[in-house]
Nanobody, 124 residues
Framework: QVQLVESGGGKVQAGGSLRLSCAAS????????MAWFRQAPGKEREFVAA????????YYAESVKGRFTISRDNDKNTVFLQMNSLNAEDTAVYYC?????????????????WGQGTQVTVSS
């Protein structure tokens, strides 16, 4: 079993930045895909970014490309999401997710483990 705990959410003005962290415990996630999803009120959970086990293969949703950066530290069993140039449309609960390494990375239904989520609110 893998437990995931997100942190770093909060309120920020448009144009600002936040850095989310997701700490994994229970077992090493060094060979896992680690991803971030988000869910805004009244909307379905959507893919944001994912990083495969090596850290060098990364995927982003089009809506966050150039603004968000995902990274991981396998020694610390932690994945990060640096979010810059935030806007109101980024307001959502952000979830960390994990699954054994795979090419199937953008569907929430492919992930086995989830954190409890952290709220990000961007005011315009």
């Amino acid at each position: 079993q893998v437990q995931l705990v997100e942190s770093g959410g909060g309120k920020v003005q448009a144009g600002g930045s936040l850095r989310l962290s997701c700490a994994a415990s229970g077992r090493s996630v060094g060979l896992f895909v680690m991803a971030w999803f988000r869910q805004a009120p009244g909307k379905e959970r959507e893919f944001v970014a994912a990083v495969r086990w090596s850290g060098s293969i990364i995927y982003y949703a089009e809506s966050v490309k150039g603004r968000f950066t995902i990274s991981r530290d396998n020694d610390k069993n932690t994945v990060f999401l640096q979010m810059n140039s935030l806007n109101a449309e980024d307001t959502a609960v952000y979830y960390c997710a994990a699954r054994p390494d795979s090419l199937r990375i953008s569907s929430q239904y492919e992930y086995d483990y989830w954190g409890q989520g952290t709220q990000v609110t961007v005011s315009s």
